[in-house]
């Protein structure tokens, strides 16, 4: 019997190498108005109508939710008494889009707070979902649509997916709109990725567009903010202007980058990644542990017993070092294939490209996802 144990861990999968990127890109993508924003909602509700797979007597919010809604309706029943198992105690949550008005629908989104087994035919009952402030801007009510369900008791239950987190579809209604800031003098634009060089490119767009020579309507308050003054003409067509901005073309600027994802062994990088000269030595170590079993056998009419011994050897083999040569305006990519071309794997990759950075020979930043 032969155990290895291989001390370079070997993965099955290849590098990827990013498409490059297009030489502009909308103002849309890039950026973000300040004040346009989704807020998030939240709201503590109760299921009925769970075919006996709600919330257990041990969890005792889900008995008293249910006792002080029937007060409010002039049914007085103490908790303590409470044995529902159709309730199923929930928290709901939604997200309310920018000028969302008053009467539209939102999704809600339902998880199960005790012991309930799913929720699967449930009914929210009526639940206010409120900000972080307190206020409450929806009101979620309906049947729950899991992607899940269970079935069976005991040893014999199955269950699919995850039947305690459903959907209401359209379930909640807006009460109150969101405050969005939209002052109608000036505009603030978010700029997703914080950069100076991309703030200033942005500025400079907007200015050869909507400014004139000595009156720019833009400027760049730091790496991640851009001011824009409305022009007169849009004064009162605030919208239009934002409309406008988005489908500006702005040639980018993207930082040098390389993304490792250690788990699967994938690395994503950009072709123009240069890497200083550099000689490179990558070699690996194999210990191959061998167990051997001895059987003892005792002679024929005797009283002795059949053992079994085993006897395990241990014996280490180190591969020679495989050297590359990089030379001036190497790029990544040609340090990629050329690794590849003797044999390693992408851990590997990932090893050299790491250790290449700590000798400032790479001028990239690696990201570890």
């Known amino acids: 019997m032969k155990t290895h144990i291989l001390v370079t ?3 099955l999968a290849s590098p990827t190498t990013a498409a490059d990127a297009p030489p502009a890109s909308r103002l849309k993508e890039l950026i973000s108005v300040e004040g346009i924003r989704d807020n998030q909602l939240i709201g503590y509700g109760i299921v009925v109508g769970l075919a006996g797979t709600g919330d257990r007597r041990q969890t005792v919010f889900s008995a008293q939710t249910l006792s002080n ?3 409010r309706m002039g049914v007085s029943v103490p908790a303590t008494t409470l044995q529902a198992k159709n309730v199923a105690a929930v928290m709901v949550t939604g997200t309310l889009a920018p000028f969302a008005q008053a009467g539209t629908r939102i999704d809600a989104t339902v998880a199960a707070m005790g012991d309930a087994s799913t929720l699967q035919g449930g009914l929210l009952l009526m639940t206010p979902l409120r900000a972080a402030n307190g206020q ?3 009101v979620a009510q309906g049947p729950v649509v899991t992607g899940g369900f269970s079935a069976g008791r005991g040893g014999t239950s199955q ?6 987190t459903g959907r209401i579809p359209s379930g909640a209604i807006v009460e109150l709109s969101p405050p969005s800031v939209f002052d109608g003098g000036h505009i603030r634009l978010q700029l997703k990725h914080g950069d100076f060089t991309n703030a200033s490119r942005i500025t400079n767009t907007i200015n050869r567009k909507f400014g004139s020579p000595g009156n720019p309507i833009a400027k760049a308050e730091n790496s991640a903010l851009v001011t824009v003054m409305i022009p007169p003409a849009f004064t009162e067509r605030p919208v239009e202007f934002v409309a406008q901005l988005e489908v500006l073309s702005v040639d980018v600027d993207r930082r040098s980058k390389i993304v490792v994802n250690e788990r699967t062994g994938t690395i994503s990088i950009g072709k123009d990644v240069r890497i200083a000269p550099v000689s490179i030595l990558h070699g690996n170590l194999t210990v191959e542990v061998e167990t051997s079993v001895d059987v003892s056998q005792p002679q024929a009419l005797s ?8 006897q395990a050897s241990v ?3 180190e591969d020679q070092a495989k050297h590359i040569n990089l030379k001036e305006g190497a790029s990544v990519e040609d340090l990629v294939k050329a690794l590849l071309s003797i044999g390693s794997t992408p851990r590997d990759v990932i090893a050299v490209l790491q250790n290449l950075q700590a000798a400032g ?3 990239a930043e690696i990201e570890v996802i």
């Not at 269950?159 to 305690?164: D, S």
């Not at 009283?303 to 085993?310: A, F, M, Q, R």
């Open 315 to 317: 014996g280490a083999k």
């Open 9 to 11: 861990a070997l993965l």
């Open 69 to 71: 809604m029937l007060e």
């Open 361 to 363: 020979a790479l001028d």
């Open 136 to 138: 409450v801007y929806a």
């Open 303 to 310: 009283k002795g017993e059949t053992t079994v011994t085993s």
């Open 159 to 164: 269950t699919v997916n995850h039947p305690t």
